[in-house]
Nanobody
Framework: QVELVESGGGFVQAGGSLKLACQYS????????MGWFRQAPGKEREFVAG????????FYADSMKGRSTISKDKDNNTVYLQIDNLKPEDSADYYC????????????????????WGRGTQVTVSS
């Protein structure tokens, strides 16, 4: 049984930064690919960033490249998403997800391969 708990969301002005955290428990953390997704009201859930277990490769949505960083803390079973230069269009519920076997750029971006999801943390960016 895998459990994911997100934290770190909040209200921030445009141009500001947030660091989201996802606490993981259950199956061996180091064997999981971890992803961050987000969903705004009325929109589909979309990929934000992912980090694989092999070679610790990282992947980002085009809209997040250059202003976000995903990282893993294996000692604390936590994955982080740092987002800088936040924009109003970044406002959404952010979800952490875990998967096994995903290691390519294409698979990491596919929400269907993720089998465990957290409940989300809300991010609101004011203009």
């Amino acid at each position: 049984q895998v459990e994911l708990v997100e934290s770190g969301g909040g209200f921030v002005q445009a141009g500001g930064s947030l660091k989201l955290a996802c606490q993981y428990s259950g199956r061996t953390f180091t064997s999981m690919t971890m992803g961050w997704f987000r969903q705004a009201p009325g929109k589909e859930r979309e990929f934000v960033a992912g980090i694989t277990t092999f070679r610790v490769s990282t992947f980002y949505a085009d809209s997040m490249k250059g202003r976000s960083t995903i990282s893993k803390d294996k000692d604390n079973n936590t994955v982080y998403l740092q987002i800088d230069n936040l924009k109003p269009e970044d406002s959404a519920d952010y979800y952490c997800a875990a998967a096994t076997g995903a290691s390519t750029a294409r698979s990491v971006r596919d929400r269907r391969i993720y089998t465990s999801w957290g409940r989300g943390t809300q991010v609101t960016v004011s203009s």
